[in-house]
């Protein structure tokens, strides 16, 4: 098979006002693509296009809360009116909690499923025309969580289990019609572990996230994933930190 030329893709991203999310706007806007890139911090969100300027590609920025299924079909408008047609969708917001399920608070498993799943779908269901229309890609980020089930995350694992159970949905159903990737990244240097409120987990868990892998790594596996057209398909990448001294 012959390796196609790189065209400039359409790319929608959730989730990127910091870490892999807005790791992987700039990474794929410095390749030279355009990103639409979402999340609920417009102030965030405006830092983000700051550092965009000068890219090869293009980021554009539009707030988006990916539980609110009104603000999803609002950049759904956006994508139809403005480009030509989407070729990647990332939906990568997503939230966790660390806790011993015994002493965890109910608001915050509900608040992981709302984000980390209920999220996911209301992004796919919403852009699963365009895709289907330009043989389009799915990246999902699942986690190692997605294939093991830590102490104290057993909600978090469970939501990453099920966003590795709708890539191989998609994968199963829109077979040659779609591409889809899920990335399962260990710990990551962001600042996904400040939102635990279980202050000794938070202290006990922060040392591994500061010598995690940096979110341009990750966001380097996934301009790996959607420039492979025509040379196959990653279907799912797990990356990890390098422990060597």
Not at 1 to 13: A, F, R
Request: aromatic share 6%; charged share 20%.
């Amino acid at each position: 098979m012959g390796i196609e030329s790189m065209k400039q893709l359409n790319i929608w991203i959730t989730g990127a006002s910091s870490g892999i999310g807005k790791a992987c706007a700039l990474t794929l806007a410095g390749a030279g693509h355009h990103v639409l890139a979402s999340a609920r911090s417009q102030d965030a969100l405006a830092e983000l296009a700051e550092e965009a300027q000068g890219l090869n590609g293009s980021v554009s920025t539009l707030p988006c809360d990916v539980t609110d299924v009104a603000s999803i079909t609002r950049c759904v408008e956006w994508i139809s009116d403005r480009w030509t047609g989407l070729d990647v969708v990332i939906p990568n917001a997503g939230i966790g909690y660390f806790d011993p399920l015994e002493n965890a608070k109910i608001e915050e498993w509900h608040a992981m499923v709302d984000v980390n799943v209920t999220g996911v779908l209301n992004t796919l269901h919403a852009t699963l025309p365009l895709l289907l229309a330009s043989k389009g890609h799915v990246v999902n980020i699942g986690s190692l969580a997605a294939r093991q089930v830590f102490p104290n995350s057993g909600i978090y694992c469970a939501t990453k289990h099920a966003v590795l159970a709708i890539s191989e949905s998609l994968r199963t159903e829109f077979k040659g019609q779609l591409a889809v990737t899920t990335l399962n990244p260990g710990a990551v240097n962001t600042p996904f572990i400040d939102r635990t409120t279980n202050d000794e987990l938070r202290a006990n868990y922060r040392p591994q996230f500061d010598v995690g892998m940096t979110p341009e790594y990750v966001a380097e596996a996934a301009l790996f994933a959607v420039e492979s057209r025509g040379r196959g398909i990653v279907s799912e990448l797990t990356i990890r930190p390098d422990t060597r001294d």
